[in-house]
């Protein structure tokens, strides 16, 4: 999992239609006007894009779309489930299949084929303490990285050793395996093939620790965001950045320079867009849309429970995201949604790009 800060659990606020009508064409007025619109002009309290939840999957946590867009893959937690652990489901909520069911996974990702999948999971490490995916001073040391059919089958283990190998992802052409691995306690962005092979440390980024990571589809850029290492254990919220840095390591660029938590961040098809989560007082994780070639950030959550892990559709008309919405008080759940982003236009390559 990929460093979840601490959640609120609240009730939805109401949408309305007339006003979430004017939200679409205003956020479509935005990207269409480029760098030069004015900031935020999304910003109305109350209004979506619509929203619905994908059902029958229960507790859930990240979950990322197949390359086909028909399924997702992601961590959840099902009545009789020890622990979390990876599934595989339609986006209508039918065909689940658990992928493991020993020890305890995280993050997971699609092939680009579609043909094999990759997770995160301390299955072969019951002797080591179980740690949590949630915390940077006790992240699992036994979680290793698995590739398998997407039904589960030929399971094959790609690392071998017991530091923290996940928030792992693959690039838009295949050929590498993208992963943050910490050693002695600090974290860094790691590559290698699909086999295992190659193994190649990307960040020395010496007083921040890097996570989060996914490729832009030109394979080459990489997306991922980083908090000082001072500030890691200090109270109230871990204030984050985002950046961007070429997979040999060079060219690392920030992207966000507020003090707040700027966190998972994902790419759109289109190269340039992104989503990510901010924080905003006291305790409410909402979604943004921003830009690799200007400040400009669109709001597109807006509701006081939490919002985060979010993820685009291949074809960029759909936002996957986990929420606390629709929660009783009280309750600690998450579970899926999904909202509809076509009128954004993300889907299409188009504009100047991720700069270089």
Avoid at 6 to 22: E, I, Q, T, W
Avoid at 134 to 152: I, K, Q, V
Avoid at 306 to 316: A, K, L, T
Wanted: one cysteine or more.
């Amino acid at each position: 999992m990929r460093a979840l800060p601490a959640r609120s659990r609240c009730r939805p606020k109401a949408l309305y239609g007339l006003r979430l009508a004017l939200l679409a064409l205003a956020l479509a007025i935005m990207l269409v006007a480029g760098p030069n619109a004015p900031a935020q002009v999304a910003d109305s309290p109350g209004l979506e894009l619509p929203v619905h939840r994908i059902p029958n999957i229960g507790n859930a946590a990240e979950f990322y779309f197949s390359p086909d867009g028909k399924r997702i893959i992601g961590d959840a937690k099902r009545e009789g489930d020890d622990d979390y652990h990876v599934h595989t489901l339609n986006l209508d909520g039918t065909d689940i299949r658990r992928i493991n069911d020993r020890g305890s996974d995280a993050c997971s990702f699609y092939f680009p084929d579609g043909k094999r999948i990759i997770w995160t999971s301390t299955r072969d490490h019951p002797e080591l303490p179980k740690g949590s995916y949630s915390d940077p001073t006790n992240y699992p040391r036994g979680a290793e990285l698995y590739t398998s059919n997407p039904d589960g089958s030929d399971v094959r283990r790609l690392t071998n050793n017991n530091v923290y190998d996940a928030e792992v992802s693959v690039s838009p052409d295949g050929r590498w395996i993208l992963f943050g691995r910490q050693t002695n306690g600090k974290m860094d962005l790691w590559r290698m093939r699909p086999d295992g092979s190659e193994p190649f440390q990307i960040t020395h980024f010496e007083g921040w620790e890097p996570g989060g990571a996914f490729y832009l589809p030109d394979s080459r850029t990489i997306i991922f965001r980083a908090w000082k290492t001072a500030d890691q254990g200090k109270p109230g919220h871990l204030p984050m950045s985002i950046f961007t840095v070429k997979d040999d390591g060079s060219e690392l660029r920030r992207i966000t320079h507020d003090e707040g938590t700027n966190w998972s961040p994902y790419p759109a098809p289109d190269g340039h867009h992104f989503v990510f989560v901010k924080v905003l007082p006291p305790n409410n994780y909402e979604i943004y849309l921003g830009d690799l070639n200007g400040p400009e950030q669109v709001r597109l959550t807006y509701n006081d429970a939490f919002d985060g892990f979010p993820s685009i559709s291949p074809d960029g008309r759909l936002l996957l995201f986990t929420s606390s919405r629709d929660t009783r008080p009280g309750e600690r759940f998450l579970t899926l949604y999904l909202m509809d982003i076509s009128s954004l236009n993300l889907g299409k390559p188009g504009g100047n790009g991720p700069p270089r």
